[in-house]
């Protein structure tokens, strides 16, 4: 079965930084494009980043960009999230997603794999 598995999540301070990772498996990872989202206590979830199936381009929500890296490493089958300068607004849990993609384009929406998601708490 194909599985995602996001890690890295914890309690870290305003300003601190905090690396998520995303390992895939049972799917051809180079096949991808990826992407997370994050969704608060009583809030709808939202996009904040995208990496097309290279590593090539990439997208980011208004909210984290400059502070936010998506990456990915196609030999390790391993999608990150690099947070720097966090707000306790990024609070949320961080969940991975995946969509079979025929271009090396970002994905903003329309994902069909998920994973369970990691907890970010930023205290202030």
């Known amino acids: 079965q194909a599985q995602l598995v996001e890690s890295g999540g914890g309690l870290v301070q305003a300003g601190g930084s905090l690396r998520l990772s995303c390992a895939a498996s049972g799917r051809i990872f180079s096949w991808d494009a990826m992407g997370w989202f994050r969704q608060a206590p009583g809030k709808e979830r939202e996009f904040v980043a995208a990496i097309s199936r290279s590593g090539s381009t990439t997208q980011y929500a208004d909210s984290v960009k400059g502070r936010f890296t998506i990456s990915r490493d196609n030999a390790k089958n391993t999608m990150y999230l690099q947070m720097n300068s966090l707000k306790p607004e990024d609070t949320a849990v961080y969940t991975c997603?995946?969509?079979?993609?025929?271009?090396?384009?970002?994905?903003?929406?329309?994902?069909?794999?998920w994973g369970q998601g990691t907890q970010v708490t930023v205290s202030s």
């Open positions: 997603a995946a969509k079979r993609t025929f271009t090396d384009s970002p994905v903003r929406d329309d994902y069909n794999s």
